[in-house]
């Protein structure tokens, strides 16, 4: 199991930054980890709405289908990605500032099956995909600093 977390200064407001980054349509925008993202069930950011979103994997790609698991809205959205074999939970709450907000993004990836065996060897691939992101999600919410 692989885990990354990191916290995002924006000055966009908590409304807007949420709008933006629980909006899995518009992941390929900002994660350059992911080809392409789709929504498959339900409308927008709502419970139970899945997505399908491809990502490299060694030389091909894969489809990971993800779903929302739990949503308080403008505030918190957890999502459970899936293919056969990898899950990934991730978790991006939202908390409002006096000059904008504070994005949270928390990510755990795990290998499935046969594959299991080397989740203790995830941990600096995980943290490289989760540090590109991170760039791109404070390039996404122009103006915004990472923090430490």
Same mark, same amino acid.
């Given at each position: 199991?692989?885990?990354?977390? =990191?916290?995002?200064? @924006?000055?966009?407001?908590?409304? +807007?930054?949420?709008?933006?980054? #629980?909006?899995? *349509?518009?992941?390929?925008?900002?994660?350059? %980890?992911?080809?392409?993202?789709?929504?498959?069930?339900?409308?927008?950011?709502?419970? %139970?709405? =899945?997505?399908?979103? +491809?990502?490299?994997?060694?030389? %091909?790609?894969?489809? &990971?289908?993800?779903?929302?698991?739990?949503? =308080?809205?403008?505030? &918190?959205? !957890?999502? /459970?990605?899936?293919?056969? !074999?990898?899950?990934?939970?991730?978790?991006?709450?939202? +908390?409002? =500032? #006096?000059?904008?907000?504070?994005?949270?993004?928390? #990510? @755990?990836?795990?290998?499935?099956? #046969?594959?299991?065996?080397?989740?203790?060897?995830?941990?600096?691939?995980? *943290?490289?995909?989760?540090?590109?992101?991170?760039? %791109? &999600?404070?390039?996404? /919410? +122009?103006?915004?600093?990472?923090?430490?």
């Amino acid at each position: 199991m692989a885990h990354y977390a =990191t916290k995002v200064h @924006t000055s966009l407001s908590a409304r +807007e930054a949420f709008a933006l980054i #629980a909006d899995f *349509r518009n992941l390929a925008q900002w994660d350059p %980890g992911v080809i392409s993202s789709a929504q498959t069930s339900g409308d927008g950011v709502e419970l %139970g709405a =899945t997505y399908d979103v +491809e990502v490299p994997i060694g030389r %091909g790609t894969s489809i &990971l289908t993800y779903e929302i698991t739990h949503v =308080t809205p403008h505030r &918190l959205l !957890r999502v /459970v990605g899936e293919d056969r !074999r990898f899950r990934s939970v991730d978790v991006i709450e939202v +908390e409002p =500032t #006096a000059d904008g907000s504070i994005i949270t993004y928390d #990510a @755990t990836l795990t290998l499935k099956g #046969a594959l299991s065996f080397a989740n203790r060897f995830l941990d600096r691939p995980f *943290r490289r995909i989760g540090d590109a992101a991170a760039e %791109g &999600l404070a390039k996404a /919410v +122009e103006g915004a600093i990472l923090v430490p």
